[in-house]
């Protein structure tokens, strides 16, 4: 029997579960030999204007995880254009990330994103930064009101990524009566480092988002409660470090898995993931549909 890992996830056929998440892969300029084994690849967040990110220190690696201050740092959404040729190169389906800091701007960013006739879904970075400008993200009506804009203004298919602080289950709701195809959890926690030694904060910018695999365990129950009381395509992203960690999220209901950090520690991670899972089936003598929410 030849091991199938096809899949469908947001309306999407993907060729298997195995996704690299927005902001580790920029705009696939290099690794592409990896990044068109995935099922899908989402690119780096685009936002209206260019945004050169964060000062300086804006990295900090911990064994359990990392921090990072980059500060959505993007050409924005004119400015893609120069990136077309390698995003081009990405054979596999192309997810575009994008965030608006008002709901207008997240409107006309998609639209942008769309002339480029190039992207195969978008995944709206909801997990806004600049609490100060972003109605939407603490005003529901707003937040309803600029997902069914963002809804009539494509086909195509729309995931939310949410970020876990926030009222989780109030949001999914909101998402799915809106009619976006899929929710990916999550983004990343907000964190802070110390240098005990120069008492100093360790990021420049003081904050920063927490990933890795210090967040599974917690991005685990999510997935998990939300696919037991939603009707709702779920992409599980948080703190993949080994192929194992795909295996778990797909049995607690995810249908697709992201890989971020893990991304930069081991960047043949994914070819990993997906070399594992089809051997687990094989070795099983399981399909990929027998395993996808089998913890009840
Ligand atoms: C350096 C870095 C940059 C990131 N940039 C983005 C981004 O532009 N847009 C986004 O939606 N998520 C971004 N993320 C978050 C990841 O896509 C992912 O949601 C998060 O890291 C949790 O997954 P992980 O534990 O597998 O890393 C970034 C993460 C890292 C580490």
Same mark, same amino acid.
């Given at each position: ?103 207008e701007e997240f409107v006309v960013i998609l639209k942008k ?12 970075? !909801? ?15 707003? !937040?309803a009101i600029m997902l069914r804009n963002l809804r009539e203004a494509t086909k195509k298919p729309l995931i ?5 602080? #926030? ?6 709701? #909101? ?83 992201? #890989? ?25 003598? !399981?399909? !990929?549909?027998? #395993? ?5």
């Open positions: 029997m030849v091991t199938c890992l096809k899949t469908s996830v947001a309306k999407l056929n993907l060729e298997n579960p195995v996704i690299v998440a927005s902001g580790v892969c920029g705009f696939g300029e290099e690794n592409v030999g990896v990044l068109n084994k995935c099922g899908a690849v989402v690119f780096k967040t685009v936002t209206f204007e260019p945004r050169s990110g964060n000062p300086t220190p804006r990295v900090v690696d911990f064994s359990y995880g990392m921090l990072n201050s980059i500060g959505l740092e993007n050409p924005g959404v004119e400015n893609l254009i120069e990136k077309i040729k390698y995003i081009k190169r990405v054979k596999t389906i192309k997810i575009a990330s994008l965030l608006g800091y008002t709901d994103l769309e002339e480029y006739k190039i992207f195969d879904a978008y995944e709206l970075n !909801l997990s806004c930064p600049n609490v100060e400008k972003g109605r939407w993200f603490y005003d529901k009506k707003i !937040l939310a990524k949410l970020t876990p602080e #926030i009222d989780i289950e109030v949001w999914v709701k #909101i998402v799915v009566d809106c009619g976006i195809d899929a929710v990916t959890l999550f983004n990343t926690y907000t964190g802070i480092a110390v240098d005990y030694e120069k008492r100093k904060f360790r990021l420049a910018n003081k904050y920063g988002g927490y990933s890795g695999p210090g967040i599974k365990p917690l991005v685990q129950r999510w997935v998990y409660d939300i696919g037991k009381n939603f009707n709702i395509d779920i992409i599980a992203c948080g703190g993949v470090l080994f192929p194992r960690d795909v295996i778990e999220y797909l049995l607690l209901g995810a249908k697709a898995v992201q #890989i971020g950090s893990g991304y930069f520690r081991n960047p043949q991670l994914p070819v990993e993931c997906i070399k594992f899972l089809t051997n687990y089936l094989k070795k099983e003598k !399981l399909t !990929l549909d027998q #395993i996808v929410g089998a913890l009840k």
